[in-house]
C-alpha cells in the first residue's frame, strides 16, 4: 500500500489527509455512547475520559484497547445501578493489546533498528540522534540514516527538527509518535544495559553543553542516577535545585534537594561529600521558609545541620549563609536575643570577608532585631548602613543564598523605621522604592515580602486609598505563588480595611483567621502589632472585656519574646478602654488611663518614635481637655507636633492640628 500511494502521489493521483488524535472531549463524548444504556454521571464520565487521554494521548486505537482493559481489571465497576472508578493506579500498566501490538511492529524491524529505537528511549520523549549514537555506539550517519527511514515509514518515531548544542554539534531531532511506544521499549532494555546506556547518554549531553551543563541539570542528574554514577548525580540534582529556586519553584526545588540528600546517604563519608551535603542543606532552608514559613522546625533543623558540617569542615564562607538561615529562625519564632547574636556574629564573619553582600545581610539581621526590641536608634543605624550599600550596587552581587533580597528587605524596614521617626513622606517614599526595587528584580518572593509589609506601613499610615491596592495585590500575588506566611499577613492586615467600612465584625474574623495561619507556620514575630490592631477595634466598638484580655495577651507576648516596639500601644489601648470602662468615667478612672498614657509617652521617647508618642499624646490631650486641664494638655500635644516636620497632610497629624487648635480656642 506504501508504494502504491507513493506511485499516485508521484502523478498527482492522490493526497493524504492526516487524522489528528481525539481531545479529552471525543473521549468522554465516545464513553458518553459507549456507556450511554447504563445513564453514567457527568463526574465519572469526566474522570474517566481524563485517565484514558492521559494514557493514550487521543489514539482511537489505544483508547479502545485501554477501555477494554480498564473493564477486565474492574477500575470501571458497576454498584447497583452507578458506575465507578475503583483504582486508578491500575491504569499505568500496559494494556497487553496494545504491548502485543507494539512488539509486533518492532519485531518487523531490523535488530539495529530495535536497538536504536530502545536507546533511544531511554534519551527521551523527543530526542537527538547524536544521543542515540552515544547510547548504542553506533556511528553518527548510520544512526541518521535509519532514523530517517523510520520516520518517513511513520513507524514509532516522526521528526521534530534538529539541535544545535553549545558545542556546535548538530543532529536531527525525533520524538515518539506515542508515550506507550516509548515505555514498551525501554522495558525491553535488560537491567544492565539501561545502566550503561543511561551514563553514556548523561556523558554526552554533559560534553555538549560544557561549561552551561546546569542548564539541563535535571535531565544529567535522571541520567547519572539510572546510570549508576551517584557523585555526578547529587551535583546535578543540587545545581537542578538551584535553578528552581532561581525561578520561585520552591516545591520543585524541595523534590529535588531532598531527594539529593538521600543520595548522598549512600555515598563513602569525605569532606567533598559534606561540602554538597552542606550546599543542599541550605537550598533546602530557603525552599522549606517559602513553602512553609521561616520558623517550621524542618527549617531550623535543616540550618542547625548546616552549621553542624560547617564547623566541622572548618573555614567555609558558607557559614555565613547558615547563620543568616537560624538568624531568621529564631528571629520570627520571636527569640529576639538569640537572633541578634547570631546576627552580630554574621557582622563579625562579614567584616571579615570584605564582602558587601554578607554586610548588607548582617546589617539586615542586627537592624530588624533592634527595631522589634524596640531600640530604634540602633536599628536607624544598620538600616542606613544597609540603605547605603544597596544604592551603591548593582544587584548582581548581592548575597543569593536567603529567601528575599536583602536590598529590598533593608529598604522595605527602613520605611518602616522612618514613620517611626516621624518621617511621614520618606517612608512613603522608601516603600515605593523598595517595591520598585522588587518588580524591577521579577523576584516574586521579594514582591510578596515588600507589599506585605508595605500594607502594614499604610494602615500605620491611616492611608486607606494606598493600602487597598496594596494589600489587595499582595492577598493575590501570595496566594498564587504559595508563600503561607504573607498569605496570612495579608489576610490579617485586611481585615483593618473592613473595619474601618463599619464591617467590624468581619473584620475581626479576617484578623483572626490571618493570625491563626500565622501562628500555624511557628511565625511569633509582628503577633503583638494583630494583637494591639484586635484591641484597637474592641475599643472603638465598646468591647471593653474582650480588649482587655488582648492586651493581657499582648503583654505576656512581649515577656516571652522581648518585642517591645508596639509597648506604647499596649499602655495607650489600656488607658483607652480604661476610659470605656464606665460611663461616664470614674475620677478613678480618668487618673488610672491618665497614667496609661504617660507611661505610653515615656515608653515611645524611650524607644525613639515619634509617630508612637503624638498618638499617645493625642488622647491624653483629649483626657484633660475634657477634665479642664486645657493648658496641660495643648503643651504636651505641642511637644509632640512639634517634632514633625513633614507629613501634614497625613490623618495622625491632621488630627492633632485640629485638637490644637480647639485647645487654644
Not at 463526574?43 to 489505544?62: D, K, Y
Not at 509486533?104 to 533498528?113: A, G, I, N, V, Y
Not at 540603605?387 to 544587584?395: M, N
Not at 526595587?437 to 523576584?443: E, W
Amino acid at each position: 500500500m506504501r508504494q502504491t500511494h507513493q506511485e499516485l502521489q508521484l502523478h498527482g493521483h492522490s493526497c493524504e489527509l492526516a487524522l489528528s488524535t481525539l481531545s479529552r472531549f471525543d473521549v468522554e463524548d465516545f464513553l458518553a455512547r459507549y456507556f450511554a444504556a447504563e445513564h453514567p454521571s457527568k463526574e465519572f464520565l469526566s474522570g474517566l475520559a481524563e485517565l484514558i487521554h492521559h494514557r493514550t494521548e487521543g489514539n482511537p486505537l489505544f483508547m479502545t484497547t485501554m477501555l477494554e482493559h480498564l473493564v477486565a481489571r474492574e477500575v470501571v465497576s458497576r454498584k447497583g445501578t452507578r458506575l465507578t472508578l475503583t483504582d486508578a493506579m491500575q491504569s499505568e500498566t500496559i494494556p497487553p493489546g496494545v504491548r502485543q501490538f507494539l512488539e509486533q511492529q518492532l519485531d518487523r524491524l531490523r535488530p539495529t533498528d530495535q536497538r536504536m529505537l530502545e536507546v533511544a528511549s531511554i534519551a527521551g520523549s523527543e530526542f537527538p540522534t547524536a544521543l542515540v549514537a552515544a547510547g548504542a555506539e553506533l556511528p553518527m550517519p548510520v544512526v541518521e540514516t535509519r532514523f530517517a527511514a523510520l520516520g518517513r515509514q511513520g513507524l514509532f518515531v516522526r521528526p521534530s527538527g534538529s539541535t544545535e548544542w553549545p558545542d556546535l554539534s548538530v543532529a536531527t531531532r525525533y520524538s515518539f509518535r506515542h508515550s506507550l511506544c516509548r515505555e514498551v521499549l525501554y522495558e525491553r532494555i535488560p537491567a544492565g544495559r539501561r545502566i550503561e546506556e543511561h551514563r553514556r547518554i548523561g556523558e554526552r549531553l554533559e560534553l555538549a553543553y560544557g561549561d552551561r551543563a546546569q542548564e539541563i541539570a535535571a535531565a544529567l542528574a535522571m541520567h547519572f542516577e539510572n546510570g549508576h554514577d551517584e557523585n555526578r548525580a547529587v551535583r546535578y540534582v543540587q545545581l537542578a535545585g538551584e535553578n528552581a529556586v532561581r525561578r520561585g519553584a520552591y516545591p520543585e526545588a524541595i523534590t529535588y534537594l531532598k531527594h539529593g540528600l538521600e543520595m548522598l546517604v549512600t555515598l563513602p563519608e569525605s569532606r567533598e561529600r559534606d561540602e554538597r551535603e552542606l550546599q543542599l542543606l541550605l537550598l533546602l532552608g530557603t525552599s522549606l521558609s517559602a513553602t512553609m514559613g521561616y520558623a517550621v522546625p524542618e527549617v531550623e533543623n535543616a540550618y542547625a545541620r548546616a552549621r553542624e558540617l560547617c564547623e566541622r569542615l572548618g573555614d567555609t564562607p558558607l557559614l555565613f549563609p547558615s547563620l543568616v538561615g537560624l538568624w531568621a529562625f529564631f528571629l520570627v519564632r520571636g527569640r529576639l536575643e538569640l537572633a541578634r547574636q547570631l546576627a552580630t556574629n554574621g557582622l563579625a564573619l562579614a567584616g571579615r570577608s570584605s564582602n558587601p553582600a554578607f554586610l548588607l545581610e548582617a546589617y539586615l539581621g542586627l537592624g530588624i532585631a533592634s527595631f522589634y526590641r524596640g531600640d530604634l536608634t540602633e536599628a536607624r543605624r544598620h538600616f542606613d548602613l544597609g540603605a547605603d550599600l544597596v544604592r551603591r550596587q548593582d544587584g548582581s552581587d548581592r548575597f543569593p543564598r536567603f529567601l528575599q533580597d536583602s536590598g529590598v528587605a533593608c529598604l522595605t524596614y527602613r520605611a518602616l523605621m522612618l514613620w517611626h521617626f516621624g518621617f511621614l513622606e520618606q517612608a512613603y517614599s522608601q516603600i515605593a522604592e523598595a517595591v520598585a526595587l522588587a518588580r524591577r528584580m521579577g523576584h516574586a518572593f521579594s514582591l510578596a515580602y515588600t507589599l506585605n509589609h508595605g500594607a502594614g506601613l499604610f494602615v500605620l499610615l491611616r492611608d486607606k486609598q494606598a493600602f487597598s491596592a496594596t494589600v489587595e495585590e499582595a492577598i493575590s500575588h501570595a496566594t498564587s505563588q504559595g508563600f503561607p506566611v504573607w498569605v496570612a499577613l495579608g489576610t490579617a492586615v485586611a481585615g483593618w480595611a473592613l473595619i474601618g467600612e463599619g464591617r467590624t465584625e468581619e473584620g475581626i474574623a479576617r484578623i483572626r483567621r490571618g493570625l491563626m495561619i500565622f501562628e500555624g507556620t511557628g511565625t511569633q514575630l509582628g503577633k503583638t502589632f494583630f494583637l494591639l490592631l484586635l484591641a484597637d477595634v474592641c475599643e472603638r466598638g465598646g468591647r471593653v472585656d474582650e480588649g482587655f484580655s488582648l492586651l493581657a495577651d499582648t503583654e505576656k507576648q512581649i515577656l516571652e519574646t522581648g518585642e517591645h516596639l508596639y509597648e506604647s500601644e499596649l499602655w495607650r489601648l489600656r488607658g483607652m478602654l480604661t476610659l470605656h470602662r464606665s460611663t461616664p468615667s470614674s475620677e478613678q478612672d480618668g487618673l488610672t488611663a491618665e497614667a496609661s498614657f504617660l507611661k505610653a509617652i515615656a515608653i515611645a521617647r524611650e524607644h525613639g518614635s515619634r509617630s508612637l508618642e503624638l498618638r499617645s499624646a493625642l488622647q491624653l490631650a483629649r483626657l484633660w481637655g475634657t477634665r479642664g486641664k486645657r493648658e496641660a494638655a495643648r503643651s504636651i500635644l505641642a511637644e509632640a507636633y512639634g517634632r514633625f516636620t513633614e507629613g501634614f497632610e497625613f490623618a495622625d497629624l491632621i488630627d492633632a492640628r485640629e485638637i490644637l487648635e480647639q485647645l487654644a480656642a
